[in-house]
């Protein structure tokens, strides 16, 4: 099996369930994804993808669901 490649993000701005669902569909549809983890308490969110993905490709996905990604 190829070795997946692990990159964690802080999304400032969700508050419910519904919050979590648009952030892992948009960035679900990323190229090479395989698994989208997000903690609504912390913002962090884990993604799982077979080659790694750039700041610009998660940036334009999570801009996409309504939010935005805290550096």
């Known amino acids: 099996?190829?070795?997946?490649?692990?990159?964690t993000i802080t999304v400032?701005?969700?508050?419910?369930g519904h919050c979590v669902s648009s952030v892992k569909e948009e960035i679900g549809e990323l190229p090479?994804?395989?698994?989208?983890?997000?903690?609504?308490?912390?913002?962090?969110?884990q993604v799982e993808s077979l080659a790694p993905l750039t700041g610009a490709q998660l940036e334009a996905a999570v801009s996409e669901a309504g939010y935005e990604i805290v550096a």
Request: glycine content about 12%.
């Open 1 to 7: 099996m190829a070795e997946t490649t692990s990159t």
């Open 32 to 45: 090479g994804v395989t698994a989208v983890d997000v903690d609504l308490e912390s913002g962090r969110v």
């Open 12 to 16: 400032s701005g969700m508050t419910c």
